[in-house]
């Protein structure tokens, strides 16, 4: 509580009633709406009074007879500090705020004014401590939950990308299992694998005609200049007693991202949450979910398919597993866990055909969209962790019910599209997917293409 009101210290010579103003419904009312920059307890509420708590679903709901063979966890990293360029523009809005006469209208930017800037462009999305606590506690839940596959001495297999708050969050990973696998801190190295971890970066049709292509964005960029934004930066701007012309929708989105990271990083409520009510917050949650959609979900179908290079490699090992098991042969990689990036687990979610809606997420259906699948909050909040879990089972009825699946995201339970079931026959989900495993070659998805044609024809 003590530190809840430290930014709040420095505004304590405003009048009661501006005060007042300043603290805000409490972040509580935002928090579910922050995007990709969403802290895990959000899609897990029960973590808050007990982060090791496997929480109300905590059963596999597995026949007794089936055992886990092999886990293969791709997890994205822990909580992060603001990237520089993020740094760099709140440095800019915060110093507009300073350079303004305190006006006894706006508490809200007096309030702003004495906050303490206290990033810096050094912390580049780095990995916070709460990102490592993240890790660790996530680590100790899943060998809780699957305690047969983190059994002493059993191997594991770390990979990461190569940025430092994914190597960072391997390390906390493995250190939050010493105890149950019997690990000295240093015994497994964090391989570097970003072929997999970034498949994105090494598919030069994504690149040039999603990443490094402005026109690919154009409902988003739609979006910021639409009505709902509109709104929402002159109310924003009202609030600063600022000229609404000083504002643009990328400032408001990094006032709202620090109420978010202040949550996320310090588990305080920011004044800069002062600023936004929660339909506000739905708002600035489409725009993040609107470029989610467009550069790593459903919007173009290159951001799928370039992930198809990690989803064979998942089945080539589960079919690795199979083989061994079948040859009565001990399980050579029980344990594979690799840490990448909201960017890693969207476009696979996608390419396996989870959070599809009906309508495509456009500039002008905003409101049609209120009740969508598609929200990256609920998706790929930090820490987030999509699990395949492949089991041994006796006494089956016929040989294809003998190896069995389960996938599990933020530690939840699929459903698989194929049955509307939480297990599936391994034979039968291979089936699902027998399309992508067997035609999706990331080298010709990912060639551009030679004649020298529109992006957007060619998207």
């Avoid at 805000?24 to 579910?32: I, Q, T, V």
Wanted: aromatic share 8%; net charge neutral.
């Amino acid at each position: 509580a003590v530190a809840a009101m430290a930014p709040y210290r420095a505004a304590a010579a405003l009048p009661s009633v501006a005060i007042l103003l300043l603290l805000p419904l409490a972040s509580a009312g935002l928090s579910g709406y922050f995007g990709t920059k969403s802290r895990y307890e959000e899609v897990n509420p029960h973590l808050l009074r007990d982060p090791l708590s496997l929480g109300p679903a905590a059963g596999s709901q597995l026949p007794a007879a089936c055992a886990p063979l092999q886990l293969r966890a791709l997890l994205r990293h822990g909580t992060r500090y603001p990237t520089s360029g993020q740094i760099r523009r709140l440095g800019q809005l915060h110093a507009r705020l300073l350079r303004r006469p305190a006006a006894a209208a706006c508490p809200a930017a007096a309030a702003l004014a004495a906050w303490q800037m206290w990033y810096e462009e050094s912390l580049d999305g780095r990995l916070a401590p709460q990102g490592r606590r993240d890790m660790e506690h996530l680590a100790r839940r899943l060998a809780a939950r699957f305690p047969a596959l983190f059994a002493a001495r059993r191997r594991l297999a770390l990979a990461s990308s190569s940025k430092h708050r994914c190597l960072q969050s391997g390390a906390a990973f493995r250190d939050g299992l010493g105890p149950s696998l019997g690990l000295a801190s240093d015994e497994v190295e964090v391989e570097v694998n970003d072929s997999l971890m970034r498949f994105f970066d090494h598919c030069a049709k994504f690149v040039a005609l999603v990443e490094d292509n402005d026109a690919a964005m154009c409902q988003v960029d739609a979006f910021k200049e639409g009505p709902e934004m509109r709104e929402v930066l002159e109310k924003v701007a009202s609030a600063l007693c600022l000229p609404v012309e000083e504002l643009n929708a990328d400032l408001v989105q990094v006032a709202f991202l620090t109420c978010s990271y202040e949550l996320a990083i310090k588990n305080v409520t920011s004044p800069w949450c002062s600023l936004f009510s929660e339909e506000d917050a739905k708002v600035l949650e489409y725009l993040n979910d609107l470029k989610q959609y467009w550069k790593r979900g459903y919007g173009y179908d290159i951001n799928s398919r370039s992930s198809c290079i990690l989803f064979q490699d998942i089945f080539r090992h589960l079919d690795k597993a199979v083989e061994e098991s079948k040859s009565s042969k001990p399980i050579s990689s029980p344990l594979i866990v690799q840490v990448g990036h909201a960017e890693t687990l969207q476009p696979l979610l996608a390419l396996m055909g989870f959070f599809k809606d009906d309508e495509p997420l456009k500039a002008n259906n905003y409101v049609r969209q209120t009740h969508r699948k598609f929200r990256s909050g609920r998706i790929v909040p930090y820490a987030a962790n999509l699990v395949f879990v492949l089991y041994h089972c006796d006494q089956v009825k016929t040989s294809k019910e003998e190896y069995q699946v389960q996938v599990l995201l933020n530690e939840k339970l699929m459903l698989f599209h194929h049955s509307n079931e939480t297990i599936s026959t391994y034979a039968d989900l291979k089936d699902y997917y027998k399309d992508i495993l067997e035609n999706c070659h990331f080298k010709e998805e990912c060639e551009l293409p030679k004649i020298n044609i529109t992006a957007v024809d060619e998207l």
